[in-house]
């Protein structure tokens, strides 16, 4: 009260001043010109309510919302360490660009890392370590089951789901002509496969959420027909059930109308300049055994395809009984992706981001378990998605049972993220998470699909040259047993000691 006050008193002062001393003074009135906008602004201050500060101290109230608007670029090159940066820190940061422009990604000095810290993870390397000669730096795996007539031979780093909308048109062909020159698979999201997924001929799988995009009628239920004209463009590799997803397991989506432009409109099958909504949940299955049926008939709609679904793990009973599904109705998926609670998304509620979904390991190690329970594993690959940046983190993710990672965050930062946290508000300043026309006009295409193809090769290179100082002759051969974990200063525990293995053929016996 006091400054406001002291404002206002001082602010007449000023005012009487110069009526008094204009006649008199004229030239001096022109360095007194400053002084009139801040008295306005003052006035301004005081008379609105919607802001304590800015009422009880004017001018100066202004100075809190300014440096708070700047604090995640101060806290981000100023403030954070190399090490506790999140969502992802500056070490990873680095990596991902270096790798993506192909420049020196070793580090001096040693690790920055407490490895005596609860935590710490590492791999035990072998006195009789594989050269670069005999190791396989761009391994694969076959997906599809035994009822899939066009199985798919995928590299073991993809990119995960991103849809045209979230990201830009520039964006999503940067990462598209990447994966083509790299020959790994994009992920469409569930935004419907556009014309941008298209025009490189990169390997796509197609996601389908819960509206539908891409195959919904106008009532906004799934549509067959639809699915079959775009199922069976050759381009589409497999084909993704999105159940939930980590950032935000359980929540539906909205289109905005304000985002829900004419192309984007007829992309994804509704009608332009409307609000659209995705429900929490699909309306094509209710249970288990109508989710194994709706697998069969997109197998079947799309020539048979590897079909296969993307959850994070909620309730473990309701994947037991999709388990229990596969088994008495003899319909397999042909995949399943796991997705952990870490996961990234352009808009989340704080709530859903941080306290709902199983985290990544939790959930791929019980899934994994689960499956092997039920003696399923050997038919269906395990895809796991979520915070994978570096070699280490594919070879970690692989022995708690994934044959196959994807990565969404990495692939952004390769195009040009800058981790600017402007996703959800269409400002992102590199023209990645925008439709802002003259944002994402700064990325190049051509540039950036580079960078896109190197990191995806760097890493496996990285991965691979892992594997072989492990010891380890084939992918098969890794497992939990590959990676410590330090629970405390003076213990440590290998990870089939903290996610213990199930007896295959367990869960049948229990059924």
Known sequence: MKVRKTFIILSILVLATIA??????????????????????????????????????PVLGHFRYMLEAIRPEIMQY???????????????????????????????????????????EWMDHSMYARGDKEINDKPRKMVGGPDCKKPYLASILNISAMSFGSLSKNAIMALNK?????????????????????????????????????????????????????????????????????????????LPAAKNTEEIAKIRGVKPHTDVHS????????????????????????????????????????????????????IKPDFITVDGGEGGTGAAPIEFSNSLGMPLKDGLSFAYDTL??????????????????????????LALGADMVNSARAMMMTIGCIQALECNTNNCPVGVATQNKSLMSGLNVDDKAKRVTNFHKETLHSFSELIGASGINKLEELNRKHINRRVSMNSVLKYDEIFPYTEKGSLLKQS
């Open 20 to 57: 008094i001393i204009t006649p008199f003074y004229l030239p001096i009135l022109w360095s007194l010109i400053p002084i009139v906008p801040l008295v306005i602004i003052g006035y301004s201050d005081i008379l609105q309510k919607k802001q304590t500060i800015k009422r009880n101290f």
């Open 78 to 120: 100023f403030v954070e360490t190399d090490t506790e940066g999140t969502p992802i820190n500056r070490q990873f940061r680095s990596l991902i660009y270096q790798r993506s422009k192909k420049v020196n990604d070793t580090v001096p000095f040693g690790t920055q890392l407490n490895v005596y810290k609860s935590g710490y």
């Open 178 to 254: 990447g994966a083509k020159k790299g020959r790994f698979a994009h992920n469409t999201g569930e935004g419907s496969i556009s014309p941008y997924h298209l025009k490189y001929g990169g390997d796509l799988i197609w996601q389908i959420g819960t509206g539908y995009f891409g195959c919904r009628t106008d009532e906004g239920e799934f549509c067959s027909d639809k699915f079959e004209k775009n199922a069976t463009l050759d381009k589409v590799k497999m084909i993704e059930i999105k159940i939930s997803q980590g950032a935000k397991p359980g929540h539906g989506g909205i």
């Open 279 to 330: 429900p929490p949940s699909h309306s094509a299955f209710s249970n288990a055994d109508e989710l194994m049926k709706f697998i069969k008939l997109l197998r079947d709609k799309s020539g048979g395809k590897p079909i296969g679904f993307k959850l994070c793990i909620g309730k473990k009973s309701e994947f037991i009984e999709i388990c229990e599904a596969i088994v008495s109705t003899g």
């Open 372 to 397: 092997v329970g039920f003696d399923l594993k050997q038919d269906i690959t395990l895809i796991a998605s979520g915070k994978v940046f570096s070699g280490f983190h594919i070879a970690r993710t």
